[in-house]
């Protein structure tokens, strides 16, 4: 952590970017809070060893202007929602430099964490690794690691037996649900959808949310005004906007006040659509999310519009 420290104040001595958004401690105990860094004092404050429950990536996308050079000071799953956001031409990446941490195996101990399987920020300009090593992985993180002293070492990936115990999580979790019928696996989660208060807390800490004209606000009819719990078609909505391309942050369902289990659903539906439809989300830019993105022979089809 201390290296991703230096390199940030190196960052800003030698004009790299204008700043570094990153999670910092905040004036709370073991709170913490996201930080446009431009100070160094403010940079002896970043903090990626404890679990964030926003998206520094939603947050580029939805503040940062155009021309701005900045940072970014990320675990792999904000990471991957960047590489999502700039396929959907939200952030432009030549003005982004990504700084991966390696999160450990188990360290935040939340649900969605213990099944992830990217615990190595590979996507990342420059990958830190829990050894005190780093890699550098494009052009941009090769300008940034030659700022600072740290040992370099090539790019490296998850390790297996972290995946392994992963997707052991995933089926230990996933278990119960898939041995229902369809109908009562329905049921379960409209019990739980009823529960929903409409705060809109999961689609603003989403950092794939990003409709300016969401089809979800009240005047567009799926949720009546003033209406609680809203329809139900609000959370199945949402799954089919981004289903293909959960990063598994779990963002929505650390926001919840009620307690919905919704980043299980969500990375439930993302492990099914992904080998359908050979997709995985956050890592190729050149991979398009197979249900958000309609081709030219698809335009081709009567009726088929683009507002």
Not at 2 to 17: D, I, N, P, S
Not at 88 to 104: A, K, N, P, T, Y
Not at 109 to 115: E, G, I, K, M
Not at 242 to 257: F, K, L, Q, W
Request: glycine share 8%; with cysteine; net charge negative.
């Amino acid at each position: 952590m201390e290296a991703v420290r230096h390199l940030v104040k190196e960052m800003l001595r030698k004009g790299t970017v204008q700043g570094v958004l990153a999670p910092v401690k905040g004036p709370g105990e073991g709170g913490l809070c996201p930080c446009f860094v431009t100070t160094e004092r403010e940079a002896d404050t970043i903090a990626l060893d404890s679990y964030y429950p926003f998206s520094l990536a939603g947050l580029v996308a939805r503040q940062v202007g155009k021309g701005v050079r900045i940072g970014m000071a990320v675990t792999t799953c904000d990471a991957r929602a960047l590489i999502e956001l700039v396929k959907r031409e939200q952030v432009d990446l030549d003005q982004v430099f990504v700084i991966g941490v390696e999160c450990e195996e188990g360290g935040f101990s939340f649900p969605w964490c213990l099944r992830c399987e990217h615990l190595v920020p590979s996507m990342a300009d420059v990958a830190f690794y829990l050894d005190g090593s780093a890699s550098a992985n494009t052009e941009k993180g090769k300008e940034l690691v030659s700022l600072i002293s740290v040992p370099l070492v090539e790019k490296r990936e998850t390790p297996p037996e972290a995946r392994e115990r992963a997707l052991h999580r995933q089926e230990e979790d996933f278990a119960e649900l898939a041995g229902l019928e369809p109908k009562d696996r329905l049921d379960y989660w409209l019990g739980y959808f009823d529960r929903c208060i409409k705060c809109y807390g999961c689609r603003n800490s989403c950092p794939l949310c990003f409709c300016k004209d969401c089809y979800l606000q009240p005047h567009k009819l799926i949720v009546k005004p003033g209406g609680n719990p809203p329809d139900r078609l609000f959370h199945l909505a949402r799954l089919m906007h981004i289903g293909d391309s959960c990063v598994n942050c779990g963002r929505c369902e650390a926001t919840c006040p009620m307690g919905i289990p919704i980043s299980r659903l969500y990375h439930a539906l993302y492990k099914e659509l992904s080998p359908l439809f050979d997709y995985e989300s956050g890592f190729d830019l050149s991979s398009l999310p197979p249900l958000g993105m309609i081709t030219e022979e698809e335009m081709k089809e009567p009726g088929v519009e683009l507002a």
